[in-house]
C-alpha cells in the first residue's frame, strides 16, 4: 500500500507501562447501536426495539435505500425536525460518544444535534448542536458522564432533506485511572505503522470497533484525517 511504502515497519514507539499501575475493569460491555435489528419503513412516529436499545423515532425512519449512507445493511433518515431518542438508558455511563453520519444521496444544507440526559429524559444536555454534515464520516466527543445515561439525536433543516445516521457508540465511564497509549489504535501496546493503518480505515468508516480516546490523537474531540497526520508524526518522532 502506499503508507507501507513510505514508512518503515521498524518505525516503532514502545512506551512501558507498569502493570501495577493498571486497575481491573468490571466486565462491561460497551454500548453500540448498528441498527442492524429492528424494521421502520415509514417517518410517523414510532418506537422500535434496535439491536442496543429502543428507540423512539419521529420523522425518522431504518432506510436501506441505495441513497442510504451506511455501514451495514441500514442506518437511520431522518428529515428536518425528526428526532431519534432511546427510551431506556444504558446503565455505564459514557465516557466518548462516537457516531457516524452524512447526507442523504444529494440532499444539502442539513444539520444535526446530539443531547443526552441523566434523568431518564426530562432534561437533556448538549453534546454538538448544529453539526453540519455532508459526506459521510464519523463524529467523536468526550462526555466524562457516570451512570444512567441515554441519548437523542434531532436533525435541523428543511423537511424534504434528509440525514443519515449509523453506528452511535457509547464507551463506558472509567472510574478508576486506566493507562490507554495515545495513538494505539489496534492496541497491541505499541504505536507503530499498523496503528496508521488502523487509524485510516476508521476515518473512511471501513472499520467502526475502536476506542475513541485513543484514536483521537490530536485531542480536538473528533476522529478525523488530521489524527492520522498527527500519528504519523508520531510514528516518525516528529
Given at each position: 500500500t502506499m503508507v507501507d511504502?513510505?514508512?518503515?515497519?521498524?518505525?516503532?514507539?514502545?512506551?512501558?507501562?507498569?502493570?501495577?499501575?493498571?486497575?481491573?475493569?468490571?466486565?462491561?460491555?460497551?454500548?453500540?447501536?448498528?441498527?442492524?435489528?429492528?424494521?421502520?419503513?415509514a417517518y410517523a412516529e414510532?418506537?422500535?426495539?434496535?439491536?442496543?436499545?429502543?428507540?423512539?423515532?419521529?420523522?425518522?425512519?431504518?432506510?436501506?435505500?441505495?441513497?442510504?449512507?451506511?455501514n451495514g445493511v441500514r442506518?437511520?433518515?431522518?428529515?428536518?425536525?425528526?428526532?431519534?431518542?432511546?427510551?431506556?438508558?444504558?446503565?455505564?455511563?459514557?465516557?466518548?460518544?462516537?457516531?457516524?453520519?452524512?447526507?442523504?444521496?444529494?440532499?444539502?444544507?442539513?444539520?444535526?444535534?446530539?443531547?443526552?440526559?441523566?434523568?431518564?429524559?426530562?432534561?437533556?444536555?448538549?453534546?454538538?448542536?448544529?453539526?453540519?454534515?455532508?459526506?459521510?464520516?464519523?463524529?467523536?466527543?468526550?462526555?466524562?458522564?457516570?451512570?444512567?445515561?441515554?441519548?437523542?439525536?434531532?436533525?435541523?433543516?428543511?423537511?424534504?432533506?434528509?440525514?443519515?445516521?449509523?453506528?452511535?457508540?457509547?464507551?463506558?465511564?472509567?472510574?478508576?485511572?486506566?493507562?490507554?497509549?495515545?495513538?494505539?489504535?489496534?492496541?497491541?501496546?505499541?504505536?507503530?505503522?499498523?496503528?496508521?493503518?488502523?487509524?485510516?480505515?476508521?476515518?473512511?468508516?471501513?472499520?467502526?470497533?475502536?476506542?475513541?480516546?485513543?484514536?483521537?490523537?490530536?485531542?480536538?474531540?473528533?476522529?478525523?484525517?488530521?489524527?492520522?497526520?498527527?500519528?504519523?508524526?508520531?510514528?516518525?518522532?516528529?
Amino acid at each position: 500500500t502506499m503508507v507501507d511504502s513510505v514508512f518503515h515497519a521498524d518505525a516503532v514507539i514502545v512506551v512501558p507501562v507498569d502493570s501495577t499501575d493498571i486497575q481491573p475493569e468490571p466486565d462491561i460491555v460497551d454500548f453500540f447501536e448498528d441498527f442492524e435489528t429492528g424494521t421502520k419503513g415509514a417517518y410517523a412516529e414510532k418506537s422500535v426495539v434496535c439491536t442496543a436499545a429502543e428507540w423512539n423515532m419521529a420523522d425518522a425512519l431504518l432506510g436501506t435505500l441505495a441513497n442510504d449512507q451506511k455501514n451495514g445493511v441500514r442506518s437511520v433518515r431522518m428529515k428536518g425536525g425528526g428526532t431519534v431518542e432511546m427510551t431506556e438508558d444504558y446503565a455505564y455511563g459514557c465516557d466518548s460518544l462516537s457516531f457516524y453520519a452524512g447526507l442523504y444521496g444529494s440532499d444539502k444544507g442539513m444539520t444535526l444535534s446530539a443531547y443526552y440526559s441523566t434523568d431518564g429524559g426530562s432534561n437533556w444536555q448538549p453534546v454538538v448542536e448544529e453539526l453540519a454534515v455532508s459526506t459521510w464520516e464519523s463524529f467523536a466527543y468526550r462526555l466524562d458522564v457516570e451512570g444512567d445515561i441515554r441519548l437523542r439525536f434531532v436533525c435541523e433543516g428543511s423537511n424534504t432533506k434528509r440525514v443519515n445516521l449509523d453506528d452511535v457508540r457509547m464507551t463506558h465511564y472509567v472510574t478508576e485511572e486506566i493507562a490507554l497509549l495515545k495513538g494505539d489504535v489496534n492496541e497491541d501496546g505499541q504505536v507503530t505503522i499498523a496503528d496508521v493503518t488502523a487509524l485510516v480505515n476508521i476515518v473512511l468508516g471501513k472499520a467502526t470497533d475502536f476506542n475513541t480516546a485513543i484514536a483521537d490523537v490530536n485531542e480536538d474531540g473528533q476522529v478525523t484525517i488530521a489524527d492520522v497526520t498527527a500519528l504519523v508524526n508520531t510514528v516518525l518522532g516528529k
